[in-house]
């Protein structure tokens, strides 16, 4: 990944332990930065997307983020809830891997999978307990990302044997290198056009 973008974890409800495959990713990235929540054990959607929006807020250039579980659902709603100038990065791209079910979480906020305009994707297996895949691949079509079935994996986490986890950090490379290559496209054809 290129050195000017930040990697920011978004852990899902009790955080992510350091066995967990997105710490696994910080110490693979240079400089990444996690959001931390004040009470991992309480997942509440505004709460937990408003760590998200003020993580963002403290970083000064592009960013990829990487959630987990609960974390796509507080990400996702950051991103839909708050404007680009109000998080201030510059968000490139996001890897949602195992989202939970808004629908077992709805005790946490009301949640609403709007479209993003960022380019996404999500990872979901076929034996999440958290998130039926055909829920996860409808979520994905809302959202506008790709989507990933990885077949028998769990929740995609330590637990399902999830820990170092070369392909999340392809992902996030491919994230970061297939929109820089898009804005330098851009940048090319508005040159081109001058």
């Not at 809830?81 to 005790?107: E, I, M, N, Q």
């Not at 079509?141 to 999340?168: C, E, K, Y």
């Amino acid at each position: 990944m290129s050195t000017n973008v930040t990697l920011v974890t978004v852990p899902g409800l009790h955080g992510s332990e350091g066995a967990h495959w997105q710490t696994w990713l910080e110490r693979q990235m240079p400089d990444a930065q996690r959001v931390e929540q004040d009470d991992w054990d309480a997942p509440h959607l505004d709460t937990w997307s408003d760590a998200v929006r003020d993580t963002l807020a403290h970083i000064g250039g592009p960013v990829v983020l990487a959630a987990h579980s609960f974390g796509c659902l507080a990400t996702a709603h950051a991103l839909t809830r708050h404007s680009r100038v109000a998080l201030r990065a510059d968000v490139l791209g996001v890897l949602f891997v195992a989202p939970a079910s808004p629908f077992k979480f709805r005790f946490a906020g009301a949640f609403d999978a709007r479209r993003l305009d960022v380019p996404s994707l999500v990872v979901g297996s076929v034996t999440d307990p958290w998130m039926p895949i055909d829920e996860a691949r409808t979520l994905a079509q809302r959202w506008n990302s790709a989507f990933v079935n990885l077949g028998d994996a769990g929740h995609i986490n330590t637990a399902a044997g999830f820990g170092p986890w070369p392909l999340a950090k392809h992902f996030v490379e491919t994230l970061a290198r297939r929109v820089g290559v898009e804005r330098d496209e851009e940048r090319y054809a508005v040159q081109l056009s001058a």
